[in-house]
């Protein structure tokens, strides 16, 4: 996982390959991390992911309410059809500010 800063308030993840229930677990502690530190605008990068378990997805449901009800959020970008057609089959998909890219999401968190 590759993390970025490109705004003071902003920050992203690149992730990669398939994402397990225990791949979640780490990715959920790097997002308790950055919510300790007050960084609650996340962009989520999926475009290098191949797979999410259904589970994953449903914890990062709940993480995405933890960060909305701190006046952040998690938005996603990058998902390829597979991954989207995922998070749609757990009702997720609408739960999370799905943008084009990166430079995007950033940009919506300003607006």
């Known amino acids: 996982m590759a993390i ?3 705004t003071e308030t902003v920050t992203v993840l690149r992730l990669s390959g398939d994402i397990s229930v225990s791949d979640m677990d ?3 502690h790097v997002l308790t991390d950055l919510v300790l530190k007050n960084k609650n605008k996340v962009v989520l990068n999926f475009r290098q992911v191949k797979h999410v378990s ?5 914890n990062l449901v709940e993480r995405n309410q933890r960060f909305r009800s701190l006046g952040g959020e998690l938005k996603l970008v990058g998902l390829i059809p597979y991954v989207a057609n995922l998070f749609k089959l757990v009702g ?4 999370f ?3 084009a890219d ?6 919506r968190f300003d607006s």
């Open 26 to 28: 780490s990715l959920i």
């Open 92 to 95: 997720a998909y609408s739960h």
């Open 54 to 58: 259904l589970n994953a997805i449903s």
């Open 97 to 99: 500010d799905v943008a």
């Open 4 to 6: 970025s800063t490109p």
């Open 102 to 107: 990166e430079d995007d999401a950033v940009a």
